[in-house]
């Protein structure tokens, strides 16, 4: 058995070569496959990852200058020159390695906190274990928001979306179900395959680990979400800095030597005059400047809370001027509390409540508030009702449908958001039981909709029908009895107003971006203390192509009724625009404007994925923490270009003190290895002040 082309095979047949079973792994099975899966794994020792790290230090274009200063020294024979500027180069290369591998082991220990985490069955029953756990042969389970650790064959699904955007390109999530497929279908073929680094959209699915690590296809390519990440826009700007301070260096150079030759003047002076030139130009301890800054103000963060997954991406929090933030848990309490359950006319039924409570009750999709807060509901019971099946929620539909049975009876229970509830009914329920068509009542419907809107309630819609078979489908949404609304309740948090005046304060404007209506997006809004409110919602922006959509956001502090793609649709505008974004989200439907921002934000307790994609995380969901991050980025960037200023100033003001100013070089003296030496110490007298101020 070729096991690399797995999708060819049944699931007893993977099951047979692994040595398993639907019913997973016992712990010893487990404990044996991964003892000899680490043994199998190329794994790099300390010591190589250290002496890699040390020589990431002189890649630098500001170090690389002085690499090329030392080879030119040696070339000419200038002993001297070579030990002093090699001296240089070692020393600021230790401190920064020294700094950094510090550095990377306290974050190292804070991201073990947030590790991703599977759900596996051993010994016959579920465990949470670490991603890196999962073996061959373990069985997993999966539901909305979890990443895949494993390429994995599919045993069971239940209306199964995944995202592997990653691998294929296509930003369509892509179905996938339990089949058997020839050896040659192509990757974006493969539905029955689950692969590692990808993540489940919706949908529900038993599947069987077939290859791990190095093994997965994303572990072929880049060792799977172990990828370096992209360089932020702060690294960027220091590299494209380093490269202007070369070739700036290089034409100076170059210009004095053509003059010192064309007056005559030996070769080899010349050559060394340009090189102390090279060697003086250069601020070199630069790298160990921002490696200690940044690693200070990410110790200071992690005080707070706050992880920095990496460590530049302080520089980038620190230029935020725009914070986009989704509705529900940051801004208000995310505690969900049912306020009434209502019916057509407004009054409360205890009909529809039963029906809400049965279908959040059953549900067996990703933990959500709105559903706690139905399971908390006062008189009201699952018991004598047996769950039959289950559609589960996802983004199109925006629907959740659970099938149960009573005594004799089937019923198909529906709730989601109203319109969407709406737009599967041809009749409503009545206070007495009876039901009539749809069409009679849409407009009191909608007035009572709005009416309750505008009042702060967040609102879902819930509906039913009686059913005559328990293996459900989409299509069975249909033909449905509209039973009436949940009224919910997310008062704002405590002390958010003075969190978002203390952004304000800092130059930092809030942005709301949810998914509920208008007319609850702006009572929120003015109840959390935005001023200026505009309002614009997905339908007005949703045919807008890129350059509309900046024009049309000036302004804008409110996004209402925004489906998940439109999320990045809107950071990239603002980006477009010229500002500097980050953007906290939780959900599953936050991971792509996470990656869009310029800082990515989430959560502890937010779905795997979106902690994966996240360059920032919060242990506690809290503005003050994130406004004390803007301000040590603030401060980290300060010193840092504090640090450029000083030692840039002094290094023409050394010159002038030496009677090195330019116009002598007209006069054809040149420096010596004395006066680098000279240099070295006088700029560290000025470094000490610098660390000072730091």
Not at 37 to 61: N, R
Not at 82 to 105: D, N
């Amino acid at each position: 058995m070729d096991i690399k082309t797995f999708w060819q095979y049944n699931t007893d047949e993977i099951f047979d070569h692994l040595n398993c079973n639907a019913n997973g792994l016992t712990s010893q099975q487990a404990a044996q496959k991964l003892a000899a899966q680490h043994s199998g794994q190329k794994k790099q020792s300390p010591l190589l990852q250290d002496i890699k790290l040390f020589l990431s230090q002189f890649t630098s274009p500001l170090v690389l200058l002085l690499v090329a200063a030392v080879i030119l020294s040696a070339f000419l024979g200038e002993t001297s020159d070579v030990f002093i500027i090699l001296f240089i180069l070692l020393f600021t290369g230790i401190l920064s390695y020294i700094q950094e591998r510090h550095a990377g082991k306290a974050v190292e220990k804070l991201l073990a906190v947030i590790k991703t985490k599977a759900t596996v069955i051993r010994d016959g029953q579920p465990k949470d274990i670490s991603a890196d756990e999962v073996v061959a042969g373990d069985v997993l389970t999966f539901t909305a928001g979890d990443v895949i650790p494993a390429d994995c064959l599919l045993i069971e699904s239940k209306m199964l979306h995944a995202n592997e955007s990653k691998l294929t390109g296509e930003s369509m999530p892509a179905e996938k179900k339990t089949c058997v497929l020839p050896m040659s279908t192509a990757m974006a073929q493969r539905s029955n395959v689950l692969y590692a680094g990808t993540n489940i959209i919706s949908g529900q699915a038993k599947a069987v680990a077939v290859l791990t690590g190095d093994q997965t296809v994303f572990g072929g390519i880049a060792a799977g979400m172990q990828q370096a990440p992209p360089e932020t826009a702060f690294e960027t700007g220091i590299k494209k800095f380093g490269y202007l301070l070369m070739k700036i260096t290089l034409i100076i150079c170059t210009v004095i030597f053509v003059v010192n030759i064309s007056l005559g003047k030996p070769l080899i002076d010349s050559l060394l005059f340009g090189l102390a030139l090279a060697v003086g130009m250069a601020p070199e301890l630069l790298p160990a400047i921002m490696t200690i800054a940044m690693s200070h103000g990410a110790k200071k963060m992690a005080h707070q809370k706050v992880i920095v997954k990496k460590l530049s991406s302080i520089q980038n929090l620190g230029e935020v001027n725009l914070f986009c933030s989704d509705k529900t848990g940051t801004l208000t309490e995310g505690i969900l509390e049912v306020q009434a359950v209502i019916d057509i006319d407004g009054n409360e039924n205890s009909y529809t409540k039963q029906l809400a409570f049965l279908n959040a009750h059953f549900e067996s999709g990703f933990a959500n508030p709105m559903d706690e807060a139905l399971t908390k509901m006062q008189n009201v019971s699952a018991e004598d009702y047996i769950k039959l099946n289950e559609i589960p929620y996802d983004f199109n539909r925006k629907r959740l449908s659970i099938c149960v049975s009573h005594v004799a009876e089937k019923l198909l229970i529906t709730k989601g958001a109203v319109n969407n509830v709406l737009q599967v009914c041809t009749q409503v329920l009545k206070a007495n039981r009876s039901v009539v068509n749809i069409d009679e009542m849409q407009d009191k419907i909608t007035a009572l909709y709005k009416e309750k809107s505008s009042e702060g309630f967040r609102m879902i819609g819930v509906a039913y029908k009686n059913c005559a078979y328990d293996n459900i489908s989409i299509t069975d949404e249909s033909e449905m009895v509209f039973a009436g609304f949940v009224l919910l309740s997310d008062p704002p948090k405590q002390g958010i107003t003075d969190e978002i005046t203390s952004l304000k304060n800092i130059g930092v404007d809030l942005i709301m971006i949810t998914g509920d209506n208008k007319l609850i997006a702006a009572y929120t809004a003015q109840q959390i203390g935005l001023q200026n409110i505009k309002v614009l919602s997905s339908e007005e922006i949703q045919n807008l192509t890129a350059d509309e959509l900046s024009e049309k956001i000036v302004g804008v502090n409110v996004f209402a009724e925004i489906e998940p793609h439109q999320k990045e649709n809107i950071i990239k505008a603002f980006k477009k625009a010229g500002n500097a974004v980050a953007y906290m989200g939780d959900g599953i439907n936050d991971v792509n404007a996470i990656d869009a921002a310029d800082v990515g934000i989430s959560i502890n307790n937010a779905v795997d994925v979106a902690k994966e994609a996240a360059a920032v995380v919060l242990l506690e969901k809290d503005l003050t923490v994130l406004t004390n991050g803007i301000i040590e980025g603030r401060k980290t960037f300060l010193n840092t270009i504090k640090y450029l200023y000083i030692s840039t100033k002094c290094n023409l003001r050394q010159y002038v003190q030496h009677g090195r100013c330019f116009c002598h070089f007209a006069f054809f003296t040149y420096a010596s290895a004395t006066d680098i030496a000279c240099q070295f110490c006088y700029r560290f007298s000025l470094y000490g002040n610098c660390f000072r101020q730091c």
